[in-house]
Structure formats: structure tokens, C-alpha cells
């Protein structure tokens, strides 16, 4: 915003400028028969300075610019992968406390299992393998409902 009125003064202070020389080099253009003058030599080299001069400033702003840009697509990236990275931490920590519960579960039924008479065996429902692979797939998804499935088996009993 501030660039645009800095590069307009900059502008009429070399066409001030400009003018003048090309007066001065009017002037003393009738010196010198051989090429022109070195008055002309000098003003043909400063106005080629000037002009590289301002052609590098655009190339650097472009430049600029284009780094800033890559900047904030990468702060934006970053601040994506630090959502997921916060996501997976929590699923990981969720899924941990879960196979922490099912490892008690697990040894619960297992030590309770081994220790059980016969009597308390038969009290347990007859149920296919394949009732019980499913009712346990459940159990990973709502180990409570292992229990009740359980329960409810006992009571019909």
C-alpha cells in the first residue's frame, strides 16, 4: 500500500532528474563530433542503470512474494498435520484404554474359568462357537454387552 506511493515518487524524481540531463547533455551535445559526447555516453549509462536498477527491484518483489506465499501454504499444511497428528494421538490413547479393559476382561473370565467347579460350568449357556466369536466381536465394541448377553442367557436358564 505504502509501496505504491514510495514507487510513484521514486518515478518523478527520476524523470526530474532524467530531464535535467537531457538538458545538461543538449547543451554540450555540440562539443564533441566524434560518437557524441561523454555527457550523452553518461546519460545513455545511468538511464540503462536505472532501468536494470528498477527491472531487479521487480524481480526481488516477485520474488518475495512468492516466498511469502509458500510461507503460508506451508504454515497452512503444517497446522493440517498437526490436527491429524492430535486426532491419531487420541484415537491411540482411546484404543490403548480399550485393549486395556478387554486384557482384564480376559483375565477375569479366564481366572474364573479355571477356578470354577462343574456345577458352575453348566450354569453357563451352550452357545456355538460362532455365537460366541460374535457375541466377543461385540465386546470389542461395547464390552458391556458381553455381560448383559451373558446375563440374560443365565436368566433364561
Not at 47 to 73: C, I, M, P, T, W
Request: charged content about 30%; cysteine-free; overall charge positive.
Amino acid at each position: 500500500m505504502g509501496d505504491a506511493s514510495d514507487e510513484e515518487k521514486k518515478q518523478s524524481k527520476r524523470s526530474k532528474k532524467e530531464q535535467s540531463e537531457s538538458s545538461l547533455s543538449e547543451g554540450s551535445s555540440g562539443s564533441d563530433t566524434k560518437g557524441g559526447s561523454k555527457d550523452d555516453k553518461r546519460s545513455i549509462r545511468l538511464k540503462k542503470n536505472r532501468q536494470a536498477a528498477q527491472n531487479f527491484r521487480k524481480r526481488q518483489k516477485v520474488y518475495l512474494q512468492d516466498l511469502e506465499s509458500k510461507v503460508s501454504n506451508l504454515n497452512a499444511e503444517n497446522a493440517e498435520h498437526k490436527a491429524k497428528a492430535e486426532l491419531l494421538v487420541s484415537e491411540n490413547h482411546m484404543i490403548k484404554e480399550q485393549l486395556n479393559y478387554l486384557r482384564l476382561f480376559v483375565s477375569q473370565v479366564v481366572g474364573s474359568s479355571i477356578s470354577a467347579n462343574k456345577e458352575s460350568l453348566s450354569l453357563l449357556p451352550n452357545i456355538t462357537a460362532t455365537e460366541l466369536h460374535a457375541r466377543l466381536q461385540a465386546a470389542v465394541l461395547d464390552p458391556s454387552s458381553l455381560l448383559h448377553s451373558l446375563q440374560s442367557d443365565q436368566t433364561k436358564k
